[in-house]
Structures are given as C-alpha cells and as structure tokens.
C-alpha cells in the first residue's frame, strides 16, 4: 500500500509539473484558436502535400496506393468520398494554384505560434511579426511533406489488407498503422516544439516529449477513424443538416487535436525546465525556481 501511495504521489507531481506552464491560462480557448486557424489551412497544406508527392512519386501511383485507404474509409459520412475528391485536387494543382495556396497554408504556422506565445513566454510580447514568423517557420515542412506522406502511403495497401481480413490481422494492421503515423509525426512535432514555439527547449526533451506526444495524437486520429464508422446520424442535432454535423464534428477533432498538442508543448518546456535545473543552469530570479522560457526567436 505505501508502494501504491508512494507511486501515486509521484504521478500526480510528475503530472501537475508537466501542466504548470499552462497553469492559470485557458488551455481551451487557446486550443480553439489553434482550430481555427487549422480550419483555414487543413486542406491547403493537405493539397500541397499531395500536390508535391505527385510531382516526386507520380500521380498515377499515389492513386493506387491511397486507392486502398479510400475504400476502407467510413461511408456514412461521406468521408471516403471527401478523401478522393481532396485527392484528385490535389493532383491536379497547377504551380500558380499551389502558390496561392501557401497563404492560407501558412496560416496554421501562426496560430500554433500565438499560442505558445502565450505558454512559453506570458510575459513577454508577442512582437508584431509573431504571426509572420511562425508562417515562415512552418513552411519548411513542406520539403519533407512528401517523403512523409510517402512513406504512409507504401505501407498503406498492407495495412489495409490486414485490417480488411479481420481478426488478429486486423489488430496488426491497425498496431502497424500505428505506429506508421507515430513515426511520420514525431519529427514534425520537433520542428513545432522546437522551431515554431517561441522557446527552444533542449532537444532530448523536445524529441522524448513529440515523439510521446506524436503516439497519443497517432492513437487519436485511428479513433476518429473508428467514430467516423459508426452508424451516427450527426445531423440529428443541427435539424437534419447532415453537412452540418458532419463539419461540426470535423471540428470537434481538431480542437481535441490542438488540446493535446498545446498539452505535449506545456509538458516538453516543463521536461526541458527540470533538465536545466538539474545540470545547475537555473538563472538567478528565476520564478517559483523555475528557469524561464527562452526568449522569442
């Protein structure tokens, strides 16, 4: 029983020091402001990546591997056909469309941003160019976007073929894609934490953090998946509007999404504050004795 309350004590410790640059802030509202901006740029970030994949990959087969993932998508939202048509789109890009899809695109650079400016560094100002920086940092995403994608997508038919037999094929292919997405996110979250947030924690805890923070966001995108396939009539509470509930849960995914990213870049500034503290690099006046956030790129 001491063990138990001992191993609890710690947790809670463990847990309420991971939250404390979060602490007095509204996580909530932050997280909202990060979905809309993603809600702007999801799909021009999505066609550039698919744009850039065809011209590296080919289009003809970048449409026989997603062709896999498409026929397993859920069907009663229309979720296999927005997955084509978002496709075809984007395959078709022409260099002028994909240009002008770099605004809009950037945008999401700015709302993650602004809200780690708000986490990382409180009191200090945001600066005018706050927004302009975190478009410009984002933006070199797009280099390895299309060998990430790829990636995906090479493993796609196998996985999908396991999961369509049933089973404990099933629950293979469904580990595997898994961990697939795990590993395509982590390096993206490094960039974010790292590059994109105003404060540049060491990067042992920046890549221990994304990469633990990449699993939980691997794990919640495969149960949106699973929600998207259940007989749910989503229009039921918007008047019938199936669209409606349809974008609405959309959203919904997104503002769980940015939570728990907003979540993994509190808890990897709060590892990186404690590392520093135990190599005796704490700043004198530190607050609460905590050294503080590194200063706005």
């Known amino acids: ?44 970030v999505a066609l550039l990546a698919i744009w850039l ?55 999401y650079g700015e709302g993650l941003r602004r809200a780690f400016v708000s986490v990382a560094a409180p009191r200090e100002p945001g600066g005018a160019l706050v927004g302009w920086r975190g478009r410009l940092l984002l933006l070199p995403l797009l280099a390895p976007a299309p060998a990430l994608l790829l990636s995906i997508l090479l493993a796609l038919p196998y996985t999908t073929g396991l999961v369509r037999q049933g089973g404990w094929s099933g629950a293979l292919g469904v580990v595997l894609s898994f961990l697939g997405v795990w590993l395509v996110l982590t390096p993206v979250l490094f960039w974010v934490f790292r590059v994109v947030g105003p404060a540049s924690p060491d990067w042992l805890s920046t890549l221990g953090m994304g990469s633990f923070t990449a699993a939980n966001l691997s794990g919640f995108l495969h149960g949106f998946v ?50 520093a503290r135990r190599a005796g690099e704490t700043p004198a006046g530190a607050p609460d004795g905590l050294p503080p956030a590194a200063p706005p790129h």
Not at 28 to 41: D, E, N, R
Not at 83 to 94: D, I, K, N, R, S
């Open 53 to 107: 994949t065809g011209l590296l990959a080919g289009g003809g087969r970048v449409r026989r591997l997603t062709s896999y993932a498409v026929d397993t998508l859920p069907t009663d939202i229309g979720a296999n056909r927005a997955v084509a048509a978002l496709l075809e789109a984007g395959l078709h890009l022409t260099p002028v469309l994909a240009l002008a899809s770099l605004l809009p695109a950037s945008l």
């Open 1 to 44: 029983m001491i063990a138990v309350g001992d191993g609890w004590q710690r947790t809670k410790r463990i847990t309420s020091a991971a939250f404390r640059p979060v602490r007095g802030r509204d996580l909530s509202l932050h997280a909202a402001a990060i979905t809309f901006y993603g809600a702007v740029a999801v799909v021009p």
């Open 226 to 275: 699973l929600f998207a396939s259940l007989p749910l009539d989503l229009g039921v509470p918007f008047g019938g509007f199936d669209q409606i509930g349809g974008g609405v849960a959309v959203l919904l995914w997104l503002y769980v999404f940015h939570v728990i990213v907003l979540a993994g870049y509190s808890a990897t500034l709060a590892l990186s504050d404690w590392r």
